[in-house]
């Protein structure tokens, strides 16, 4: 992929998290500042789309990411390990130092209702002594992608066996983990940013779930400075 290309793609990407509608060639070229005429950017989406990272869901549309598109911006463009605003960090260590003399269970299970405000996502939580929480599905029921019921439906059978796709992950997960679509394993109409935590003998794993077009530098700045709370 060449630079003009992946400059694209990440505006595509940007335009689309917000919007949630296909992005056509006139709105990256007023919002892209990248000096480019519309039919250079239809020139160059049609390339992207050709190798995969776009698509357009239907005739003269704009276009939207696939899994692959997002997964490029994952592995080339989000260069650290997400950022977090200074207002989220101290509502984060404010609510974990209230809850820091209490049993590491509860402080866990309200730093996830806080992450799921903070994230508009729903939030997994699986404990070794096999014990599992969930919290915001509202979040992301509310989502434009959940709004046919077959992907509802889909997603409640698998939050209904949660702990099987949980037990499934604590051994995979050593870092901070996106899963996308395809491989992920709460289906393939989210993404999931997992972290693994450990506090003296108790672990256990934390994931941000949501559409596959969720903020994933965002999610990710959550999830590693919930760690570092923990």
Not at 39 to 67: K, M
Not at 132 to 158: K, R
Not at 189 to 215: A, T
Not at 218 to 229: P, T
Request: hydrophobic share 40%.
């Amino acid at each position: 992929m060449n630079q003009r290309q992946e400059a694209l793609l990440g505006q595509v990407i940007k335009e689309y998290l917000h919007s949630a509608v296909p992005i056509g060639s006139k709105t990256l070229e007023n919002k892209s500042h990248l000096g480019l005429s519309s039919a250079t950017i239809r020139n160059a989406l049609a390339e992207l789309e050709e190798l995969g990272y776009i698509v357009q869901p239907h005739t003269s549309a704009g276009r939207i990411p696939t899994c692959l598109g997002y997964q490029y911006f994952l592995d080339n463009q989000l260069k650290n390990l997400g950022k977090i605003t200074a207002k989220e960090e101290q509502d984060l260590k404010q609510l974990a130092q209230k809850w820091q003399n209490e049993p590491l269970e509860l402080l866990i299970r309200n730093l996830a209702r806080k992450l799921a405000d903070l994230s508009n996502n729903a939030i997994v939580v699986g404990f070794a002594d096999n014990s599992f929480y969930y919290t915001g599905l509202a979040n992301l029921f509310s989502q434009p992608e959940f709004q046919d019921p077959s992907c509802v439906y889909d997603l409640s059978l698998i939050i209904d066996h949660l702990d099987q796709v949980m037990n499934r992950l604590f051994n995979e997960v050593t870092q901070a983990t996106v899963k996308i679509g395809a491989k992920n394993p709460f289906g393939q109409q989210c993404s999931v940013v997992l972290i693994n935590w450990r506090f003296k003998k108790q672990s256990g794993l934390l994931g941000i779930l949501g559409p596959v077009r969720m903020d994933y530098e965002k999610n990710l700045g959550l999830v590693n400075f919930i760690r570092e709370q923990i």
